[in-house]
């Protein structure tokens, strides 16, 4: 087996009295996509925090490419190949594509820094067709967009900065049908890129549709670890509710 790009040991997490986060260990390997499942509560979102540098873990540890992560912020996260596209997408609705692709990051050109709009827009028609993403307007602004549109503009934004790992918290939440089916084209794509992904998702549906492996959380501990493909839809929500104690 291949050394894990992600490798989460051990890592505890409290909030005054509660613990959050109980002891949980897993692997991410380079180039899968790993479901992180459990119910509301469960510990996940917390989980996917500690490794992208917003909470610091209380006790174990996490290594990205072989190296510990100490003290590391979001940005420290980003600069190393760790993207993370969080539900509320921190999309600027009046800004067109291209500007928020690059938000925050923007290219300059001249003495006095001008925006290098053009070279942004370019860059901007380059990634959207590198992932498949079909907009035909590119000056539309992020409001005009459609739920689908909007999230392939927030995974794209984090894949132009050469991401390594994609960390998703439900990116087909309140999707239609055709909507969501594009957003897990687009995770697909991605893998066969070679980005690993972090997907977590109640929609158990998407889960087996795109993911090589999942990790089941409940109540802040791991309850299982399991390939996809050797698993059932019946038996992951058994795990989850605690019908299944495994």
């Known amino acids: 087996m291949q050394q894990p790009i992600l490798e989460v040991d051990g890592i505890t997490k409290r909030f005054g009295g509660v613990t959050a986060v109980d002891n949980v260990s897993f692997p991410v390997y380079r ?22 540098g917003v909470y610091q873990a209380d006790a174990g540890e996490i290594r990205f490419e072989g190296k510990k992560l100490e003290n590391h912020n979001p940005k420290q ?11 509320d997408l921190a999309l600027v609705d009046p800004l067109d594509i291209p ?19 053009k070279k942004m827009a370019e860059e901007s028609l380059k990634l959207l067709q590198r992932l498949k993403i079909n907009i035909p307007d590119l000056s539309s ?68 549709a795109v993911t090589d492996r999942m990790v089941i959380m409940r109540r802040g501990q791991k309850k299982a670890e399991l390939v996809t493909k050797e698993t059932t839809k019946e038996h992951v929500v058994g795990i989850i509710t605690g019908a299944i104690d495994y």
């Open 31 to 52: 180039g899968e996509v790993l479901g992180l499942l459990g119910d509301n509560g469960a510990g996940k979102s917390t989980v996917i925090k500690m490794i992208c």
């Open 77 to 87: 996260a980003r600069d190393i190949g760790i993207e993370t596209v969080f539900q």
């Open 99 to 117: 500007s928020n692709i690059f938000l925050g990051r923007e290219l300059r050109t001249g003495p006095f820094g001008f925006l290098n709009k």
């Open 141 to 208: 602004s992020v409001l005009s967009l459609s739920g689908g549109q909007r999230q392939a503009i927030a995974i794209a934004r984090n894949v132009y900065w050469n991401a390594k790992m994609v960390i998703m918290d439900e990116p087909t939440a309140a999707l239609g049908v055709r909507e969501r089916s594009n957003v897990l084209e687009i995770i697909r794509t991605l893998r066969e890129q070679g980005v690993t992904i972090i997907l977590i998702s109640h929609n158990m549906d998407d889960v087996f």
